[in-house]
């Protein structure tokens, strides 16, 4: 079975710039969580999405950020415009319905914005 | 407000020994507890989990206990290996089935050989 795919595996840019970031979850997932981690704050949920509906995005810091899940096999997260405390790695999971179904991760895409 | 907290940044031990990581929780609404590993470089893999109705559950080498009257989870692996070194992660699901996941600080474990 393919796992959660994320791309790209590292980006580096500059200030100010809008970057993209892509996620293909596991196919038959249900929920997708896109997460940054960072050394002060650690894992943190940003939003998630229910049959590609967003459905919780409190932790999405603020209105730079925005996430897009246009089909159940592909989902974005932008942030436009790029600021270097965005620097991070940031993961995305997937999960099937169900009580106790594990979210399963991609490897992540560490950003480094100069 | 950390409700799910690892209170142990790192753990060291020998091959071949027990390693226990430690979790506490302060929500009663969790209904089921996660055990991830993550290496470097790559994203967190799920290890095991146990219902918030049992107090045990078993995997291989990975035992994990739940005490609820502590609102404590341990995670047992038996014997340790050098590969078991990562950064361990605890991690609880709220009841109601939306699977959002709340996670610890995560702890670093290190197996000497």
């Known amino acids: 079975d393919a796992g959660v795919i994320q791309s790209p595996r590292h980006e580096v840019t500059e200030m100010g710039q809008e970057v993209t970031l892509r996620c293909k979850p596991i196919?038959?997932?249900?929920?997708l969580f896109w997460y940054r981690q960072t050394m002060m704050r650690g894992l943190e949920l940003l939003i998630y999405f229910n049959n590609n509906v967003p459905i919780d995005d409190s932790g999405m810091p603020e209105d730079r950020f925005s996430a897009k899940m246009p089909n159940a096999s592909f989902s974005t997260l932008k942030i436009q415009p790029s600021e270097p405390r965005d620097s991070a790695v940031y993961f995305c999971a997937s999960r099937r319905t169900g009580g106790g179904q594990p979210q399963h991760f991609g490897d992540g895409t560490r950003l480094s914005i100069l | 407000d950390q409700q799910v907290k690892q209170n142990s940044p790192s753990l060291s031990v020998q091959e071949g020994r027990i390693s226990i990581l430690n979790c506490d929780y302060t929500?009663?609404?969790?209904?089921?507890f996660l055990w991830y590993k993550k290496y470097p470089a790559e994203g967190p893999t799920f290890l095991i989990s146990i219902s918030s109705i049992k107090d045990k559950n078993e995997d291989g080498r990975f035992t994990v206990f739940l005490n609820k009257s502590a609102k404590h989870l341990s995670l047992h692996i038996v014997p340790s290996q050098p590969g078991d070194s990562a950064v361990y992660f605890c991690a609880a699901t709220v009841s109601g089935n939306t699977g959002k996941l709340i996670f610890g600080q995560g702890t670093t474990l290190q197996v000497k050989p």
């Open positions: 196919s038959g997932h249900d929920y």
């Open positions: 929500n009663s609404m969790f209904d089921y």
